[in-house]
């Protein structure tokens, strides 16, 4: 039996890229699930993690960062992504980077705001906040411009003020009974994830040089009696790519294989044997049916 007092419901975590809603979602639920670089839009799809308390259960949506400007078709099904789940949630939340609003942080509030769910504003990054007399001001300003709003600052990165917002949010939301299972994190599957810690690697070992045409399939994820064996392929736009990716004499592939082995080591408490593969996809983030089979837009 639950409490009458229990609340449970979805919420997505909005804004636009690089302001730290993976690294939010992370610290919430006290480890990783969203991949996390420093490069725009690393987040593609929609990742729901879990926090479970007595009172309540949240289910925290982490979004691909909307991009106003950027109208290339992988671009524009990211963003479709993004604002399919502020349909479906039960409360939002507009992340922005604390003394930093800009015109594309007002364009997604008003798209929360036209919704009509119950929002809330988070000025994260608090811990790179250096003169902290600009922070009340700044948060005042938020206030002028969207009364009856409760605006909340942190820090996703050390995890400055968690507590508070997260009461806020449970005073959003509805009031109903547990919607997942006492240990469940994620409705992501462990196929998902996998490809997620690759690709995330392999941009932050790539650097500048092509994060927005790598996407990884899953094609064998086999639980064995002592391992999990795990066959991921790297899809790429063009050959020239694809050495990049391989590295001289293999170096890049092996380094990434091995870094993702031990997040997914990590996550599943078990060895894992990993192998990777690098194919070309011509033009595959400006072919509309080449990211539907890659997974998005579905």
Known sequence: MTSNAFRVGTVAILGRPNVGKSTLLNHLIGQ????????????????????????????????????????????????????????????????VEALRVGPEDLAIAEQIRRSGKPWLIAASKLDRVKDKSRLLPFLAELGERYPGVEIVPLSAHSGSNLTAFVEVLVGLLPLGEPLWEDDALTDRSLRFLAAEF?????????????????????????EEANQTRIAATIWVEREGQKAIVIGEKGAVLKAVGMEARRDLERLLERPIFLETWVKVREGWTEDSRALRELGFDH
């Open 198 to 222: 690759i690709r995330e690697k392999l941009i932050r070992r790539l650097g500048e040089e092509l994060p927005y045409a790598l996407a990884v399939t899953i094609d064998l994820f086999q």
């Open 32 to 95: 990783k699930l969203a991949i996390v670089s420093r490069k725009p839009q690393t987040t593609r799809q929609p990742l729901l993690g879990v926090v479970h308390r007595a009172d309540a259960q949240i289910g925290f949506i982490d979004t691909p960062g909307l991009e106003q400007r950027n109208r290339r078709p992988l671009a524009r099904a990211v963003n479709r992504e993004a604002l399919r789940c502020l349909e479906d949630v039960d409360v939002a939340v507009l992340l």
